[in-house]
Antibody, heavy 119, light 107 residues
């Protein structure tokens, strides 16, 4: 079965760039969308954006100017870069597979990576 | 953006109870509605997609219904492992948005 695992630095300073990798195992990265979602401590979920296997991207306008999502099909990985971070970007960051069919099922999810931004 | 409003925000119930959680988007999303369960410290898990379709492996005591601007998640008979936070999500238009969550606690 497909499994996802986030990796990357857990502590950043304000103004730095957050870089996370999601490694997909147990299945190919093709034929799906691949998404990033975050959850600040004690708060709800926020969709960051997604990328298709062909490289088409879509991201949340609230973050759009700071977000870059990319994919490396040869490594079965996709990536998130979020520039100019502030304390408000402190959150658990999840990656998830998204079905390419109309209902857009987010399943499965990675276990999550806590990223803390210090001022 | 489509705003998703869940109610209640928290709920106390007992094992064996029937529980209903409501999700109302700010405009119609037809049946583009997913439900997730999140245990403390864990990632969300997909329960229901397209408003009423049960994700593979999810117990049949979970069910979803609704269309347009009114959706419900029902748990027919609560089990101890069901005490968690539940999130709705619209996938009708980007940015995909989630409700604020409903925390289901043991009475």
């Amino acid at each position: 079965q497909v499994q996802l695992q986030e990796s990357g630095p857990g502590l950043l300073k304000a103004s730095e760039t957050l870089s996370l990798t999601c490694t997909v195992s147990g299945g190919a990265i093709s034929s799906y969308y691949w998404s990033w979602i975050r959850q600040p401590p004690g708060k709800g979920l926020e969709w960051i954006g997604h990328i298709s296997y062909s490289g088409d991207t879509n991201s949340n306008p609230s973050l759009k100017s700071r977000v870059t999502i990319s994919v490396d099909m040869s490594q079965n990985q996709f990536f998130l870069r979020l520039s100019s971070v502030t304390a408000a970007d402190t959150a658990v960051y999840y990656c998830a597979r998204v079905s390419s069919s109309w209902e857009r099922r987010f399943d499965p999810w990675g276990q999550g990576a806590l990223v803390t931004v210090s001022s | 953006d489509i705003q998703m409003t869940q109610s209640p925000s928290s709920l106390s119930a007992s094992v064996g109870d029937r529980v209903t959680i409501t999700c109302r988007p700010s405009r119609t999303i037809y049946t583009y509605l997913n439900w997730y369960q999140q245990q403390p410290g864990k990632a969300p898990k997909l329960l229901i997609y397209a408003s009423s379709s049960l994700q593979s492996g999810v117990p049949s005591r979970f069910s979803g219904s609704g269309s347009g601007t009114d959706f419900t998640l029902t748990i027919s008979s609560l089990q101890p492992e069901d005490f968690a936070t539940y999130h709705c999500q619209q996938t009708y238009s980007t940015p995909y948005t989630f409700g604020q969550g409903t925390k289901l606690e043991i009475k």
